[in-house]
């Protein structure tokens, strides 16, 4: 049986829209904050997990979206800003709610970069994964519009199947007025029937959206919602008792990072694709073929190619289990070597309690010396040469995502 993780695996994050103000009169640009909240994640959900992950990449490098990426290649108010806050549970998956049509209709998506298009289930929809969620009932909208174009997103448990609407959506207390969104009407496997959350929204680039349907962040820039066409993400890290998370869109929020922000320039206009130029393990440098990566986070590991994997799992004493993971003894977390990813040339450092997760029912999150110790760099060889990096990086870093310089900004996350 596929575990709620595999769904946490394709799409991680997830936010909650405190969309309390703001159904009356237009708002001035300004920036939208989005509270994310957070489920856990134990040893069993890591089964299947390359499976979705790689069904996720498989799915968006297939058809025309294939095509785009090659084409690509070498292409280069006075209200507070609208944000999401995310609430924290174990370091595993993050969830909330956005509002669709009038009145509105709430449901909870997955913020994710490494996709680009927002569907939710339908009325229409008879699986099984569409009848244990919320699902959006366009008669009682009274801003719906029908489109009917259809839609379909490959997975590797099957076909997401639906159609395109319009309707007005609400974004942290910001109003999108007619956007086109995916009503599903076929959810394939378990997957999405045991997932936290009732759908996605995408905030990749646009040359990746099924159907060329306008994403929402590319919506509230055209509409004028945003001070700035950028959105940042900081997700918290509870092994301490933190907070959540939040996403900010239209602002950077200086409460949750310290320093100065290193800006990389994008190098594929798909996902937020960036460069790096170093790896070490310790002292070690690390030859890799593979140089770029999407900052996804939709993804809870650092995916790289099965033979970077071997190479920085043994470097740190790693032992590959019956499943194809690589595991550590909790008890030397606070021993194992300082991993460094050059980004726009300064080094990212991760500890050892950074990129182990904790997944086998210790009750202390990354640092508990109880349970089972997974290494957070995961191997898989996708059909396009890239790494993925989702939040055992972005847990430490917060993270900038600017559309109108495509570039991706790191900060150290407070």
Same mark, same amino acid.
């Given at each position: ?7 946490? /695996? ?14 009356s009169g237009a708002r001035s640009p300004g920036a ?34 294939? %095509?785009?990426?090659?084409? %690509? ?18 370091? /595993? ?13 709430k449901f909870t998506v997955v913020f994710d970069t ?6 939710v289930p339908s009325t229409k929809c008879n699986s099984?994964?569409? #009848? ?5 009932? /366009? ?41 086109? &969104? ?23 680039? =646009?040359?990746?959206?099924?159907? !060329? ?9 055209? %509409? ?12 918290? =890290? ?12 239209? *602002? ?40 770029? *990566? ?12 099965? /033979? ?16 194809? %993971? #690589? ?68 847990? !430490? ?12 900004? &790191?900060?150290?996350?407070?």
């Amino acid at each position: 049986m596929v575990s709620p993780f595999i769904a946490a /695996a394709l799409f991680a994050i997830v936010a909650v829209v405190d969309a309390a103000a703001v159904r009356s009169g237009a708002r001035s640009p300004g920036a939208l904050r989005v509270p994310l909240h957070k489920v856990s994640l134990t040893e069993s959900d890591l089964t299947g997990y390359a499976d979705a992950l790689a069904a996720k990449y498989h799915g968006m490098t297939s058809g025309h979206r294939k %095509q785009q990426l090659n084409a %690509q290649d070498g292409a280069q108010n006075a209200l507070l800003p609208p944000t999401v806050e995310l609430t924290n549970f174990l370091n /595993a998956q993050y969830f909330g709610e956005i509002e669709i049509g009038t009145p509105p209709q709430k449901f909870t998506v997955v913020f994710d970069t490494g996709s680009s298009n927002l569907w939710v289930p339908s009325t229409k929809c008879n699986s099984i994964a569409c #009848w244990l969620h919320r699902r959006f009932d /366009a008669s009682k909208s009274s801003t719906f519009k029908k489109n009917g174009t259809t839609f379909a997103i490959q997975y590797g448990t099957g076909s997401l199947e639906g159609v395109i609407s319009n309707d007005n959506i609400n974004i942290g207390g910001a109003d999108i007025v007619g956007l086109d &969104f995916g009503e599903s009407v076929k959810e394939p496997g378990f997957t999405f029937a045991v997932g936290r959350f009732d759908g996605i929204l995408g905030l990749a680039y =646009d040359t990746i959206a099924v159907q !060329k349907v306008v994403p929402p962040f590319y919506a509230m820039i055209n %509409q004028k919602l945003l001070e700035a066409p950028l959105f940042s993400a900081w997700l918290g =890290d509870n092994a301490d008792g933190g907070e959540g998370g939040e996403i900010m869109f239209g *602002a950077t929020n200086p409460e949750r990072y310290t320093g100065s922000i290193v800006w990389a320039p994008v190098v594929r206009k798909a996902y937020w694709e960036v460069g790096f130029s170093n790896l070490t393990v310790g002292a070690k440098h690390i030859e890799i073929e593979t140089k770029s *990566a999407a900052i996804d986070t939709g993804s809870s590991l650092i995916v790289v190619p099965t /033979a970077d994997a071997e190479t920085i799992n043994t470097l740190i004493g790693a032992t590959k289990n019956a499943q194809g %993971q #690589w595991t550590v003894d909790c008890d030397n977390i606070s021993k194992l070597p300082e991993i460094s990813i050059t980004i726009a040339g300064v080094p990212h450092p991760l500890s050892g309690s950074d990129y182990v997760l904790n997944v086998g029912g210790g009750s202390g999150g990354n640092n508990a010396a109880a349970g089972n110790c997974v290494s957070g760099f995961m191997g898989m060889d996708l059909p396009m040469s890239i790494w993925i990096v989702g939040d055992v990086f972005l847990r !430490k870093y917060y993270t900038v995502y600017d559309l109108g310089k495509h570039r991706v900004g &790191f900060a150290l996350a407070t």
